[in-house]
């Protein structure tokens, strides 16, 4: 199996100001984070807006989307976004898209747009797709579909599984992808999210995620020597080499960052 060099990200959307957003972007670029990535979401920043500011507030520091809905967006309205971010990041930009998470069509409604059927919204992503052609992208995928889609025309996929799926879940899920692939699946960046770093569960992610066992796959603990060594065992024999973790626990993972980012 080919290794990609591992890569890091933070997955924040929340900051009380302007201040602290840039504050938080300059933390992780100086902790080593590879890219800060925003979610699509009404309870959260607009992520266009939030990763030109924190693309603003940084020198390397990649920003991205983690993930654009793309049911709620024109094509042509995220091409432009995109073309607008990449250049005032000087290409720092990295789109990362959905066919919208469970709770979307919720903001739909707020939005006044049209959500759509689940086949209507994957042909919203082809022709999103279609219209930043020339983009490198990140597509979220879990289902079959999806997993198609991703297998021909991402360069990242990010494997959408439940934070409490086990190793095995993940090997069943990277051998579908592998099936629908083909070749192409040694090109691929693989990216797994973490909800949960550490030997304690906060009490707020076991109402958002449920008790996460100390293997879940959305879940990293023990020492850093630990946690190193399941992050390589897992590119070793899967191939996962960008992780990104939730922003909460920037801090605590940062020693892992440290040892591995970029080998």
Not at 29 to 46: A, H, R
Not at 205 to 227: I, K, N, Y
Request: glycine share 10%; charged share 20%; aromatic share 6%.
């Amino acid at each position: 199996m080919i290794h990609h060099p591992f890569r890091f990200g933070v997955v924040a959307g929340h900051a009380p100001d302007a201040g602290a957003w840039a504050g938080l972007a300059r933390r992780a670029e100086s902790l080593g984070y590879d890219t800060l990535l925003v979610p699509d979401t009404l309870g959260t920043l607009s992520p266009f807006a939030a990763g030109a500011a924190a693309a603003t507030a940084t020198t390397t520091l990649g920003v991205g989307t983690y993930v654009l809905c793309a049911p709620l967006r024109t094509p042509e309205a995220v091409a432009w976004e995109t073309a607008t971010l990449r250049t005032l990041s000087g290409g720092r930009f990295e789109l990362g898209l959905g066919a919208g998470r469970p709770d979307a069509a919720a903001d739909a409604v707020r939005l006044g747009v049209d959500y759509g059927t689940p086949s209507r919204r994957i042909d919203r992503l082809e022709r999103t797709l279609d219209a930043v052609e020339d983009v490198p992208i990140l597509i979220a995928a879990t289902g079959p579909k999806m997993l198609r889609l991703a297998a021909a025309r991402a360069r990242t996929v990010a494997l959408g599984l439940p934070p409490h799926s086990t190793e095995e879940h993940l090997a069943a899920k990277l051998d579908e992808l592998y099936e629908l692939a083909g070749d192409r699946f040694k090109e691929l960046e693989l990216n797994i999210n973490l909800a949960v770093v550490g030997d304690e569960q906060p009490a707020w992610t076991v109402s958002r995620f449920g008790a996460l066992d100390a293997t879940a796959v959305g879940r990293l603990s023990g020492t850093v020597e630990q946690m190193v060594d399941r992050l390589n065992r897992r590119r070793d024999k899967l191939g996962v080499s960008y992780v990104s973790v939730n922003g909460q626990f920037l801090e605590q993972f940062a020693p892992v960052v440290e040892r591995l980012a970029g080998t």
